[in-house]
């Protein structure tokens, strides 16, 4: 048995791949299938380890914020390039780390201290990253850090 995230585009999930094997490390296409036109129909990914279906379904299920990629990182710096590379050309940046790139497939850019600053032990620091965190888009590591540390 194995899990694949799939996702449905309209017609544009070999250029999405090509997009997200460039940015996201150690990634790669691992096979396209095409239709008996040539078109092509499924993109199979390895993003890091984690597989992801790519297909070419038509205009009859849009992408939403229902469903997303995580991307967790360990610098404001890879936060800032995902950043970058996922919102141009079209992408939209949205609340509290999310963005969808601009093929309208939803991310979420994710420092990973994040989790230790939202769950710590001292309510008022949560409170003080959470407060923090949801006046942001981008994620600001160095914001909500200084949010936790002076509340």
């Not at 095409?34 to 038509?58: E, Y």
């Not at 939803?106 to 769950?119: D, E, F, G, I, Y």
């Not at 710590?120 to 620091?125: E, I, L, N, Y």
């Amino acid at each position: 048995m194995s899990v694949n995230t799939f996702f449905w585009f309209d017609n544009a999930a070999e250029e999405a791949a090509a997009l997200y094997t460039s940015v996201i490390p150690n990634s790669r296409v691992v096979e396209v299938s095409r239709k008996s036109d040539g078109s092509v129909f499924i993109v199979l990914l390895d993003l890091d380890g984690q597989a992801v279906t790519l297909m070419n379904g038509g205009p009859d299920h849009q992408l939403t914020e229902a469903a997303s990629l995580q991307v967790i990182v360990d610098t404001q710096d890879e936060v800032d390039r995902l950043w970058e590379a996922l919102t141009a050309n079209g992408g939209e940046p949205g609340p509290c780390g999310w963005l969808k790139d601009r093929y309208g497939l939803s991310w979420q850019v994710v420092p990973s201290a994040l989790p230790k600053l939202m769950n710590g032990d001292d309510p008022a620091k949560t409170i003080a990253v959470g407060t923090a965190l949801r006046s942001m888009s981008k994620l600001d590591l160095a914001v909500l850090q200084d949010a936790y540390d002076n509340a």
